[in-house]
Nanobody
Framework: QVQLVESGGGLVQAGGSLRLSCVAS????????MAWYQQAPGKQRELVAI???????NYSDSVKGRFTISADNAKNTVYLQMNSLKPEDTAVYYC?????????????WGQGTQVTVSS
């Protein structure tokens, strides 16, 4: 079993910045991929950014150039630096991890952290 705990959400004015963190904890697991998703009210959950164990990174078109995903593998932590925030970035942000436990793959989600961008 792996737990993901996000932090760093909050209320910020348009043009401002926030840094989200997500820590994975548990025993005897390894992380293959970690990602951030956003879910705005009334909308489906959408991928924002993804980083693989090998360091490959991808972003959604809506955040390219504004958001940066990074990871500290030693701490099982992934970060999302969000700059030049827009009101349309308002959403609950979820951390996601694809992990291997005992040779089997599992996917876990965090509880989400609210990001609100005021105009």
């Amino acid at each position: 079993q792996v737990q993901l705990v996000e932090s760093g959400g909050g209320l910020v004015q348009a043009g401002g910045s926030l840094r989200l963190s997500c820590v994975a904890s548990g025993s005897d697991f390894s992380i293959d991929v970690m990602a951030w998703y956003q879910q705005a009210p009334g909308k489906q959950r959408e991928l924002v950014a993804i980083i693989t164990k090998g360091g490959r990174i991808n972003y959604s078109d809506s955040v390219k150039g504004r958001f940066t995903i990074s990871a500290d593998n030693a701490k099982n932590t992934v970060y999302l630096q969000m700059n030049s925030l827009k009101p349309e970035d308002t959403a609950v942000y979820y951390c996601n991890a694809d992990v291997v436990i005992g040779g089997k793959g599992f996917r876990y989600w965090g509880q989400g952290t609210q990001v609100t961008v005021s105009s």
